[in-house]
């Protein structure tokens, strides 16, 4: 299981549920703060149509994480009958765990313990009040700014903040594997020579290669979280320097950390491939981790690139959501 990116994942819910408004709030929490609210963005068959009063969801959405475990569930989907859509045209509704049925498809070779299933809805009702636009919601000053009026977060656009919830988990399941390899070299004689396979010189630099390369990681997550904080208590939206830096680093982040542990689970022979060896299980998850589109390699290192080369920086994909009106 992967428990860091489950407690991420719902973490990153919780403070989209702050941006709501205070209404919505108050309901959600009205039996205390300790909830877990799943998100789907993974619009499949899932439709959302404007109706009198509301929204009428259907279909499927995927990648539930922690559906197992949660009191609230909310998709995101694009309402193509919407008289006057955003833009982005993109909604995100609200419901109780209850509405939903889910389909157990989490079979996977990775990040088991998020329990990320199929939700199905049929025929759900929801009220204007709980669905929300994205630039609403993500944008500077969303309904939910009453409830924590100092918080810098409601006075900044959200989404390059919300998305840097992937990036803990990548670094701790490395330093996971990290650990876990240190201490069984520590005590391993291998099968054929009988000789102490921590006093072999190519485990040591190998080993080194890979502390070294988890150094870097973590010194470019002080960096991407030091940025976002400045610019959040400067009360500003990230420049497109910053924003398109940010993406490059998480992207080279996740390199760094599945580069030091692949070149570890490399060496480890017959013992890494057992269900036992904590080192597959986070190696596992660390590569289904690394695979998320927010750390895609090829997607951020070109932007940066065209960047730098001012080249159609305008098509540049950025986490710039358009801002909300402040209200009077």
């Known amino acids: 299981m992967c428990i860091r990116d489950r407690v991420s994942v719902v973490g990153g819910t919780i403070g989209i549920v702050s941006r709501l408004s205070t209404?919505?709030?108050?309901?959600?929490?009205?039996?205390?703060v300790r909830k877990i609210i799943t998100t789907a963005s993974a619009q499949t068959t899932g439709t959302i149509v404007k109706e009198k009063g509301g929204y009428r969801l259907n279909g499927l959405w995927r990648f539930g994480s922690g559906i197992d475990h949660a009191d609230w569930v909310m998709v995101t989907a694009a309402c193509e009958n919407h008289p006057d859509p955003p833009e982005p045209n993109v909604f995100r509704a609200t419901v109780p765990r209850s509405a939903v049925e889910v389909d157990d498809t989490w079979q996977v070779a990775g990040m088991r313990g998020t329990g990320s299933k199929d939700l199905r809805f049929e025929n759900v009702f929801v009220e204007d009040d709980?669905?929300?636009?994205?630039?609403?919601?993500?944008?500077?000053?969303?309904?939910?700014a009453e409830v924590n009026p100092e918080a810098y977060l409601f006075d900044v656009p959200f989404m390059p903040y919300f998305t840097n919830w992937m990036i803990g988990p990548l670094l701790g399941c490395a330093e996971g594997a990290f650990d876990a390899y240190v201490a069984a070299t520590k005590k391993k004689v291998g099968a054929m020579t009988r000789i102490t396979v921590a006093?072999?010189?190519?485990?040591?630099?190998?080993?080194?290669?890979?502390?070294?390369?988890?150094?870097?990681?973590?010194?470019?997550?002080?960096?991407?979280?030091?940025?976002?904080?400045?610019?959040?208590?400067?009360?500003?939206?990230?420049?497109?320097?910053?924003?398109?830096?940010?993406?490059?680093?998480?992207?080279?982040?996740?390199?760094?950390?599945?580069?030091?542990?692949?070149?570890?689970?490399?060496?480890?022979?017959?013992t890494g491939i057992f269900d036992t060896n904590p080192v597959q299980r986070h190696w596992r998850d660390l590569s289904v981790m690394a695979s998320q589109v927010g750390v895609n390699w090829d997607q951020n290192m070109m932007a940066y690139g065209r960047y730098l080369l001012g080249l159609d920086f305008e098509k540049v994909k950025t986490d710039h959501v358009p801002s909300a009106k402040k209200p009077a």
């Not at 209404?23 to 205390?32: A, V």
């Not at 709980?130 to 609403?136: D, E, H, K, L, N």
């Open 130 to 144: 709980w669905v929300v636009t994205s630039p609403q919601c993500f944008g500077m000053h969303p309904p939910g």
């Open 23 to 32: 209404p919505i709030q108050d309901e959600i929490f009205k039996d205390g």
């Open 199 to 270: 006093d072999q010189p190519t485990v040591q630099e190998r080993l080194s290669e890979s502390s070294a390369e988890l150094d870097c990681a973590r010194m470019m997550f002080d960096n991407i979280t030091t940025t976002l904080d400045n610019a959040g208590h400067e009360r500003r939206a990230l420049t497109p320097d910053e924003n398109v830096m940010i993406n490059r680093n998480r992207a080279y982040l996740a390199r760094l950390c599945t580069s030091s542990i692949y070149r570890l689970v490399r060496v480890m022979g017959a």
